[in-house]
DNA sequence: CGTATTGCTGAACAGATTGCCCAGCCGAAA
DNA sequence: TTTCGGCTGGGCAATCTGTTCAGCAATACG
């Protein structure tokens, strides 16, 4: 699925301003309304735009504390270390990797000390025979995707 | 910044149809439009709710591998390593850690060669001593927040 | 015990946007 | 040359937004 320049240009600027409407940014690129409505809907028939779902910041919910996870898990264990930490709300996700864990998490807390409780009930479960945590302290920078957007959009 | 009920059936009813209206959620929410707005701006302005960016995969524009390194930095070469990774459009985000490592990214390639060249763009900065990398393989909790906003909403 | 204050409801209005449809134009591919 | 896909520009009815208003109930305060 590659993205022209006028995708980057539509996805740069959904992002500055999500709220926008298709007449606002047809006007906005220059283009009739009808195709800006068509490459947002290919965007997202495409699987390119997954969504607008609202981005909700764990810390303003009262979970400031971030931090990650690297697991060892038991051999034939991943199914059901998956299945529990699936059940756990403040692992906000979990990804299978190569290398000296098996897999890693991110994880929320209410704070320092309530992150071990996180962290016990993250472990807490068979299959996870080793976990080594790291606590964040700045994000320099926040997930972000726009230039990766820009660099897909001028390969073109 | 705590959350009531009300506040959680809005995260929740817009995660699920992001493009939906004030008008159309006070209707399923059985409260006045008034009171629907007005929720609304507050969780922006709390920044509980940060904005509505489109959500982009990177894997459709064309970057399918992920992977995180664990960066050890040279003493107070931060900054500078920060600014550098910065400019990598590949660096999707970056942290600053305890633990072993001093910082942890999360980076995208075009394949497993590519992930060579922006590990070798990641590292070659003089600040940066040592690296080790995580290859995802699968991701079974994609990143997630509506389980943790529940609990916030139930715990009122 | 009165009296602001706050939050919610229900309603109204003009202005703007959406979903949908159509005809014409143009460049690329067959 | 013909066909096809993508873009333009326009029109229409239905809907939503931004905003304002008055009424009402629960709560905090002097």
Redesign the interface.
Same mark, same amino acid.
């Given at each position: 699925?590659?993205?022209d320049h006028l995708d980057g240009r539509i996805?740069l600027l &959904? *992002?500055r301003e %999500?709220?926008i409407g298709v007449l606002e940014m047809s006007r906005r690129l220059g283009v009739a309304r009808g195709t800006a409505q068509a490459r947002l809907d290919r965007l997202q028939s495409?699987?390119?735009?997954?969504?607008?779902?609202?981005?909700?910041?764990?810390?303003?919910?009262?979970?400031p504390v971030?931090a990650?996870a690297?697991l060892q898990i038991r051999q034939g264990q991943g199914p059901d270390v998956?299945a529990h &930490? *699936?059940t756990? %709300?403040?692992?906000?996700?979990?990804?299978?990797?190569?290398?000296?864990?098996d897999m890693?998490?991110?994880l929320?807390a209410r704070s320092n000390a309530d992150l071990q409780r996180v962290i016990d009930r993250v472990v807490g479960f068979d299959g996870i025979v080793r976990a080594?945590?790291?606590?964040?302290?700045?994000?320099?920078?926040?997930?972000?995707?726009i230039?990766?957007?820009?660099?897909?959009a001028e390969e073109t």
């Open positions: 699925m590659a993205i996805i &959904l *992002a %999500p709220r495409n699987g390119v735009i997954r969504g607008f779902g609202p981005e909700v910041d764990p810390a303003a919910l009262g979970y971030t990650f690297t998956r &930490l *699936a756990v %709300p403040e692992v906000l996700e979990l990804h299978t990797t190569t290398g000296t864990g890693m998490c991110r929320v080594s945590t790291a606590i964040v302290m700045e994000n320099p920078v926040p997930l972000r995707i230039p990766l957007v820009e660099q897909a």
